[in-house]
């Protein structure tokens, strides 16, 4: 009875232990859904935050974006801005327009391993940078160098062309014109100014513009009994070895010696006896310039295989008659030698003599420069230290607009001569020449300088 009555009691208990352990079981699985179900409340909550976070972080990010748009073209209307207020600063005082052209790399150069590129163009802010291993080693020299405009390894004759066109209406409203290119030898500036091929360089592409602003003058005033009438001259010299050569001229001719002289009618300098011939179209352009081109002095050594040997000097004079006006213009283009190291080009017997001539009138060259840029205006200017600077002081006395074509190479190997030419390049656009004066006359003051020519001519 005692172990029956026991058993009786433990089933009670068992029972009860497990009523109350069922109970506790519910009694946790609800708390646990509840706590889930805040759990799933909050975490939608969470996730609308986020999600609210993230578009707003989108439309920050979307504004940030506009703002450094909005600055970005507030930047370039500043500096096209500043660009344009420049040139009319260069434009009042005269100063030379300087472009930076830096050639490609060559192939000779990549087969010697000497293709390391020492500059960085900038077109945008128009700077040459130096590369930062050279600009380490040279803590002297400044990192870098602005110009007018700058053309990087890559930029086309169209691209450098868009930036000469507007010299070309300047010619036919009667200013004098001067381009000339400038650098050691090899560095591009034949390629700048001429060009090769299918692909004209400056020269005759300032020519077409000339001619087509003709064309578009005589069309536009057809209807009028005015209509303008427009010749255009062209003459062709090289200074060799302080020799000035007529590279027009016929072979019995060209030997004859030509020499500069101050033309007192129109109060410039000319040279007596030089070929003048008159092209109606580029088609005459191109077969004189072809004749003149075959006639210049090349050559070859170390560094360049096609050398330009002398100075070239194309001359092209307009003279726009129209409504009682006579514009009488004038367009020098100008592909110097290039400065050489004869350490460098090895030059010996003719080369050599051709070479020290050039460096010595590119020499005095930088003499006139380094006058014409000093604070004392009285100071002489030596322009008659050789033919090249005596042919150009029409174009640095103040009366012509001048721009520069600085070309220069990019590999190490020819940096120290890459930056000789960048100083030179400096020193030029910090001259202040005056303002260009426009050659317009009344057609009967043209008449009368005609008739007191031809009365001196007789005379003499």
Same mark, same amino acid.
């Given at each position: 009875?005692?172990?029956?009555?026991?058993?009786?009691?433990?089933?009670?208990?068992?029972?009860?232990?497990?009523?109350?352990?069922?109970?506790?079981?519910?009694?946790?699985?609800?708390?646990?859904?509840?706590?889930?179900?805040?759990?799933?409340?909050?975490?939608?909550?969470?996730?609308?935050?986020?999600?609210?976070?993230?578009?707003?972080?989108?439309?920050?990010?979307?504004?940030?974006?506009?703002?450094?748009?909005?600055?970005?073209?507030?930047?370039?209307?500043?500096?096209?801005?500043?660009?344009?207020?420049? =040139?009319?600063?260069?434009?009042?005082?005269? =100063?030379?327009?300087?472009?930076?052209?830096?050639?490609?790399?060559?192939?000779? %150069?990549?087969?010697?391993?000497?293709?390391?590129?020492?500059?960085?163009?900038?077109?945008?802010?128009?700077?040459? #940078?130096?590369?930062?291993?050279?600009? /380490?080693?040279?803590?002297?020299?400044?990192?870098?160098? %602005?110009?007018?405009?700058?053309?990087?390894?890559?930029?086309?004759?169209?691209?450098?062309?868009?930036?000469?066109?507007?010299?070309?209406?300047?010619?036919?409203?009667?200013?004098?014109?001067?381009?000339?290119?400038?650098?050691?030898?090899?560095?591009?500036?034949?390629?700048?100014?001429? $060009?090769?091929?299918?692909?004209?360089?400056?020269?005759?592409?300032?020519?077409?513009?000339?001619?087509?602003?003709?064309? %578009?003058?005589?069309?536009? =005033?057809? /209807?009028?009994?005015?209509?303008?009438?427009? #010749?255009?001259?062209?003459?062709?010299?090289?200074?060799?070895?302080? #020799?000035?050569?007529? @590279?027009?001229?016929?072979?019995?001719?060209?030997?004859?010696?030509?020499?500069?002289?101050?033309?007192?009618? =129109?109060?410039?300098?000319?040279?007596? $006896?030089?070929?003048?011939?008159?092209?109606?179209?580029?088609?005459?352009?191109?077969?004189?310039? +072809?004749?003149?081109?075959?006639?210049?002095?090349? $050559?070859?050594?170390?560094?360049?295989?096609?050398?330009?040997?002398?100075? @070239?000097?194309?001359?092209?004079?307009?003279?726009?008659?129209?409504?009682?006006?006579?514009?009488?213009? +004038? @367009?020098?283009?100008?592909?110097?030698?290039?400065?050489?190291?004869?350490?460098?080009?090895?030059?010996?017997?003719?080369?050599?003599?051709?070479?020290?001539?050039?460096?010595?009138?590119?020499?005095? @060259?930088?003499?006139?420069?380094?006058?014409? $840029?000093?604070?004392?205006?009285?100071?002489?200017?030596?322009?008659?230290?050789?033919?090249?600077?005596?042919?150009?002081?029409?174009?640095?006395?103040?009366?012509?607009?001048?721009?520069?074509?600085?070309?220069?190479?990019?590999?190490?190997?020819?940096?120290?001569?890459?930056?000789?030419?960048?100083?030179?390049?400096?020193?030029?656009?910090?001259?202040?020449?005056?303002?260009?004066? +426009?050659?317009?006359?009344?057609?009967?003051?043209?008449?009368?300088?005609?008739?007191?020519?031809?009365?001196?001519?007789?005379?003499?």
């Amino acid at each position: 009875r005692a172990l029956t009555r026991c058993k009786e009691e433990m089933e009670i208990a068992l029972q009860a232990r497990s009523k109350q352990l069922e109970l506790e079981k519910e009694t946790a699985l609800l708390d646990l859904r509840k706590e889930l179900e805040e759990n799933a409340g909050k975490s939608n909550e969470y996730c609308r935050e986020l999600e609210s976070l993230k578009k707003e972080s989108e439309r920050n990010e979307m504004h940030l974006s506009q703002a450094v748009q909005n600055w970005k073209d507030k930047y370039e209307k500043e500096r096209h801005l500043r660009r344009k207020l420049h =040139n009319k600063v260069v434009d009042l005082q005269g =100063n030379i327009r300087v472009y930076c052209r830096v050639r490609p790399v060559l192939g000779h %150069e990549l087969k010697r391993n000497a293709s390391n590129v020492m500059f960085l163009c900038d077109t945008d802010s128009c700077q040459i #940078t130096l590369a930062e291993s050279k600009a /380490t080693i040279l803590r002297d020299q400044d990192e870098q160098y %602005e110009f007018d405009r700058v053309f990087g390894l890559n930029s086309t004759q169209e691209e450098v062309f868009s930036h000469v066109e507007p010299l070309a209406t300047s010619v036919l409203d009667g200013y004098k014109v001067c381009i000339f290119a400038y650098g050691q030898t090899g560095s591009g500036k034949t390629y700048t100014m001429d $060009g090769e091929g299918t692909n004209p360089g400056v020269n005759q592409r300032t020519l077409e513009s000339i001619f087509r602003l003709i064309s %578009e003058l005589t069309s536009n =005033n057809k /209807t009028t009994d005015e209509s303008p009438v427009c #010749t255009v001259k062209l003459s062709m010299l090289e200074i060799y070895n302080e #020799t000035i050569r007529d @590279l027009l001229a016929p072979q019995q001719k060209s030997k004859k010696k030509l020499d500069i002289r101050f033309d007192q009618t =129109n109060q410039e300098l000319y040279v007596p $006896g030089l070929t003048e011939v008159s092209v109606k179209c580029m088609n005459d352009v191109k077969e004189q310039m +072809k004749i003149g081109r075959n006639n210049r002095t090349v $050559g070859a050594h170390n560094i360049n295989e096609h050398s330009s040997r002398s100075h @070239l000097v194309v001359t092209v004079t307009v003279v726009n008659k129209h409504k009682d006006k006579v514009h009488r213009g +004038k @367009l020098n283009l100008i592909d110097l030698a290039g400065s050489e190291r004869i350490n460098k080009t090895e030059a010996t017997g003719e080369r050599l003599t051709e070479a020290k001539s050039i460096n010595k009138s590119l020499s005095a @060259l930088g003499n006139v420069i380094q006058a014409l $840029g000093s604070k004392d205006k009285k100071k002489h200017v030596p322009f008659r230290d050789s033919k090249l600077t005596y042919l150009l002081q029409d174009c640095l006395n103040g009366s012509s607009k001048v721009m520069m074509f600085v070309n220069i190479s990019p590999v190490e190997f020819n940096f120290q001569e890459s930056m000789c030419s960048i100083k030179f390049a400096q020193r030029c656009a910090a001259v202040n020449l005056g303002q260009a004066k +426009k050659n317009t006359e009344s057609e009967q003051i043209v008449t009368l300088k005609q008739t007191i020519e031809n009365l001196r001519s007789k005379l003499n």
